[in-house]
T-cell receptor, first 109, second 116 residues
Framework: KNEVEQSPQNLTAQEGEFITINCSYSVGISALHWLQQHPGGGIVSLFMLSSGKKKHGRLIATINIQEKHSSLHITASHPRDSAVYIC???????????FGTGTLLAVQP | EPEVTQTPSHQVTQMGQEVILRCVPISNHLYFYWYRQILGQKVEFLVSFYNNEISEKSEIFDDQFSVERPDGSNFTLKIRSTKLEDSAMYFCASIGTKANSGNTIYFGEGSWLTVV
């Protein structure tokens, strides 16, 4: 069983739509990252969360530690948001990131 | 904006050859990582490095792999005798402090290795 599960695996949206990507995990964590990977391959950290909610521009990330669940929301989506979004977490005793499988988002104009 | 740089961006090598992938982490960072991503699959942890030694490694990181930080700036991944299944994108990453301390992690753009 994967320690990190993301849903959906693929998501197609129309420009302007509100998007939610979900991440559930089964291990105790110290922090969770939402990462963005563009077709060229590079990975960028969007958020690091250990509790509550963070907002950056049109992106919002939330985490519920008790329910072992995190969500990434994109408001007013745009074609340039098209990318793979990855949930990755630090387990309590480890210094490495455990990656989810990613959600491939395509925003159509 | 600080950045992690990797070279080469793409390398094609014959099976059995040695490959060295290079990374320059952010200068004041303390923890360094190598991850790999086989085409179409998720990113996998290979190894973490702290205080000039390996702090953790995955089962993928067998005797064919080694890492070192020879000069205090470069961080290298060596694959001694490449196999076809080593074909993947290899990412270097660094973080300033202990991973769960609240600092973000920075990734390089990746080195795409093709073994033929």
């Amino acid at each position: 069983k994967n320690e990190v599960e993301q849903s959906p695996q693929n998501l197609t949206a129309q420009e302007g739509e509100f998007i939610t990507i979900n991440c559930s995990y089964s291990v105790g964590i110290s922090a969770l990252h939402w990462l963005q990977q563009h077709p060229g391959g590079g990975i960028v950290s969007l958020f690091m969360l250990s509790s509550g909610k963070k907002k950056h521009g049109r992106l919002i990330a939330t985490i519920n530690i008790q329910e072992k669940h995190s969500s990434l929301h994109i408001t007013a989506s745009h074609p340039r948001d098209s990318a793979v979004y990855i949930c990755a977490l630090y387990g309590g005793a480890t210094n490495k990131l455990i990656f989810g499988t990613g959600t491939l988002l395509a925003v159509q104009p | 904006e600080p950045e992690v740089t990797q070279t080469p961006s793409h390398q094609v090598t014959q099976m059995g050859q040695e490959v060295i992938l290079r990374c320059v982490p952010i200068s004041n960072h303390l923890y360094f990582y190598w991850y790999r991503q086989i085409l179409g699959q998720k990113v996998e942890f290979l190894v973490s490095f702290y205080n000039n030694e390996i702090s953790e490694k995955s089962e993928i990181f067998d005797d064919q792999f080694s890492v070192e930080r020879p000069d205090g700036s470069n961080f290298t991944l060596k694959i001694r005798s490449t196999k076809l299944e080593d074909s993947a994108m290899y990412f270097c990453a660094s973080i300033g402090t202990k991973a769960n301390s609240g600092n973000t992690i920075y990734f390089g753009e990746g080195s795409w290795l093709t073994v033929v």
